[in-house]
């Protein structure tokens, strides 16, 4: 049977949520449809709840992963081993509404748009520096890279096997869904609404975690650092010229008394510091280049059913 739906859930170490998003789920998908769980490398019962959960129903089944390889990965593994012709992308913390399946779906099957994709409006029930950082990042991305991140997109995302193939097109091992999703193109319809809290269960994303993943993304979307870096040279090698000629007229007009010592000490901090930032923007691209070209698997499975 082909079926007409996938719902596509990467879950580490969810044994608290996993049975309560299958009930809550499956009353809103179509009866012909497959789950695919990816397991992440949890460390708790989440493999073993989802191998009986298959073993009681054979629409559902399951991907173990070898070891954590991070949700772009988990989602990338149920996107590649997924077969139904509409692909859903879902948390399984019930933070994405399952109710607004049938209505996604509709608008996919008729043929409006190749995607349904979804956004909070709010970020309510969230810690207020992340939300502030967050809305920054989301401005930065969008100054300096040429595609159109929306602030709060989520990855729950209703799609069409055209959209999911073109998605799995791009093998590029820094993985920043956020970025790929626009890059494809396509026409993509947008669901808003309120943020809801986990059911069970706690967040994996600290703040510093987040951080990263937003550098990532920075880096994968954009080459703009680079050319900032070499702005900022230009700038100072401009600086240096107007100083070492006001050094030069000093010293015809006054003479040469020893003094600037402490002044001489703040441009060399000041020099090899900015030095040291462009050199760090540059090995942030090397760094990321290194790891493309080694062109490891984006994740390894240990166990599929
Ligand atoms: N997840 C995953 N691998 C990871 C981290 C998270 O598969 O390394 C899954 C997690 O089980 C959940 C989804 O990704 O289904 C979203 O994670 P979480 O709810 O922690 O993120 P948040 O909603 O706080 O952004
Ligand atoms: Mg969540």
Not at 67 to 78: P, S, T, V
Not at 135 to 153: H, T, W
Not at 218 to 239: E, N, R
Request: with cysteine.
């Amino acid at each position: 049977m082909q079926p007409v739906l996938s719902i596509i859930v990467p879950c580490k170490n969810e044994e608290s949520s996993v049975l309560e998003f299958y009930a809550e789920a499956n009353k809103f998908v179509p009866a012909e449809s497959e789950f695919v769980f990816i397991d992440d490398g949890s460390t708790d019962n989440t493999a073993e709840i989802l191998k009986n959960l298959s073993k009681n129903d054979n629409r559902v089944r399951y991907i173990i992963l070898s070891k954590n390889f991070g949700k772009e990965a988990a989602m990338l593994a149920g996107l590649s081993k997924a077969k139904g012709d509409f692909l859903v992308i879902m948390d399984v913390d019930l933070q994405d509404p399952p109710d607004l399946i049938p209505q996604m779906l509709q608008i996919t099957q008729s043929g409006e748009a190749d995607c349904v994709a979804t956004r909070r409006v709010s970020r309510k029930g969230e810690p207020i520096i992340r939300s502030f950082f967050a809305r920054i990042f989301y401005k930065v991305m969008r100054r300096i890279s040429d595609i159109n991140i929306v602030d709060g997109a989520r990855d729950f995302r209703l799609m069409s096997r055209k959209y999911a193939n073109s998605i799995l097109l791009l093998g590029e091992r820094n993985r920043f869904s956020k970025g790929i999703f626009p890059w494809i193109g396509f026409k993509t319809k947008w669901f808003e609404y309120e943020n809801t809290k986990r059911v069970a269960g706690e967040s994996k994303w600290s703040f510093g975690k987040l951080l990263l993943y937003s550098l990532d993304g920075i880096l994968a979307f954009s080459a703009k650092p680079l050319a900032v870096a070499s702005i900022i040279g230009i700038l100072m090698f401009l600086a240096s010229c107007l100083s070492i000629l006001f050094v030069i007229v000093r010293k015809i007009m006054y003479g040469d008394p020893v003094s600037g010592w402490a002044s001489t000490i703040c441009i060399i901090l000041f020099c090899s510091g900015i030095q040291l930032l462009t050199i760090g923007i540059l090995g942030q691209y090397l760094a990321k280049t290194y790891t493309e070209v080694k062109a490891r698997p984006h994740f390894i499975i240990s166990e599929e059913i």
